[in-house]
């Protein structure tokens, strides 16, 4: 009696779709706008700033100078499976020159943008990375830092919001005076954003199926 064993039947076929091809789709990048924006003054610790078109950014170096540290808080809803996610910034510097600028993590997100000041204002709970932004001109241009670990991390843990601190973390010789001025949502154009890119889609198909714009076609 020829007895067949009872998984013959899946094992050629199996076989005949070991031989496939991947097709990864192409990563589109995605953006997040602030639901709230502002910065805090050390010269002005009870003052709110949070309707302001600029986020402005400094560390008190000279007599008569404040110290500026810039807040934003994005919604996480529509991030998901993402492989990159960057602050991105647009604004100009005071003056010409080289400013360092560092992004920190910030676990309050309960602050209000136009109640925070610097008395109130919620602590950094990380440095995430650190730039250093050579000014050859005082017009705006755009400044990128890398926050992914950080709003993926929050991402996973269920929150809804990340809040990110942005901070002058050394002064330059010859730069004390020197400070950013990013714009804030309240602006018209170039308002801040997170910009995350998906992981790539992967789909397989079997070995000589057709592709074409109306989908796969099966040989």
Same mark, same amino acid.
């Given at each position: 009696?020829?007895?067949?064993?009872?998984?013959? /039947?899946?094992?050629?076929?199996?076989?005949?779709?070991? %031989?496939?091809?991947?097709?990864?789709?192409?990563?589109?990048?995605?953006?997040?706008?602030?639901?709230?924006?502002? #910065?805090?003054?050390?010269?002005?610790?009870?003052?709110? !700033?949070?309707? %302001?078109? &600029?986020?402005?950014?400094?560390?008190? *170096?000279? *007599? =008569?100078? *404040?110290?500026?540290? =810039? #807040?934003?808080? %994005?919604?996480? *809803?529509?991030?998901?499976?993402?492989?990159?996610?960057?602050?991105?910034?647009?604004?100009?510097?005071?003056?010409?020159?080289?400013?360092?600028?560092?992004?920190?993590?910030?676990?309050?997100? +309960?602050?209000?943008?136009? =109640?925070?000041?610097?008395?109130?204002? $919620? $602590?950094?709970? &990380?440095?995430?990375?650190?730039?250093?932004?050579?000014?050859?001109?005082?017009?705006?241009? @755009? #400044?990128?830092?890398?926050?992914?670990? !950080?709003?993926?991390?929050?991402?996973?843990? =269920?929150?809804? !919001? /990340?809040?990110?601190?942005?901070?002058?973390?050394?002064?330059?010789?010859? +730069?004390?005076? &020197? #400070?950013?001025?990013?714009?804030?949502?309240?602006?018209?154009? &170039?308002? $801040?954003?997170?910009? @995350?890119?998906?992981?790539?889609?992967?789909?397989?198909? /079997?070995?000589?199926?057709?592709?074409?714009?109306?989908?796969?076609?099966? $040989?």
């Amino acid at each position: 009696m020829n007895i067949q064993h009872p998984l013959g /039947a899946m094992a050629t076929c199996c076989a005949l779709a070991a %031989f496939s091809s991947t097709v990864l789709s192409q990563p589109v990048t995605n953006r997040i706008a602030p639901v709230a924006d502002a #910065y805090v003054r050390s010269d002005i610790p009870t003052s709110n !700033f949070g309707t %302001f078109t &600029n986020v402005w950014v400094r560390t008190n *170096a000279v *007599a =008569g100078s *404040a110290t500026c540290r =810039g #807040y934003l808080k %994005f919604p996480l *809803a529509t991030l998901s499976d993402a492989s990159s996610v960057s602050l991105r910034l647009f604004g100009p510097m005071q003056y010409t020159g080289s400013v360092i600028l560092a992004a920190c993590s910030v676990a309050d997100t +309960n602050w209000a943008e136009t =109640g925070i000041t610097w008395n109130n204002q $919620p $602590p950094a709970s &990380n440095l995430l990375t650190t730039t250093t932004v050579n000014v050859t001109d005082v017009a705006g241009h @755009w #400044y990128e830092f890398d926050v992914s670990s !950080f709003v993926k991390g929050e991402r996973a843990a =269920g929150r809804n !919001f /990340a809040t990110l601190l942005l901070v002058e973390p050394t002064i330059l010789t010859g +730069n004390t005076a &020197n #400070y950013a001025k990013t714009v804030s949502r309240e602006f018209t154009v &170039n308002q $801040p954003e997170l910009a @995350w890119v998906p992981l790539p889609t992967v789909r397989i198909y /079997a070995s000589g199926t057709t592709l074409n714009e109306g989908g796969p076609t099966s $040989p």
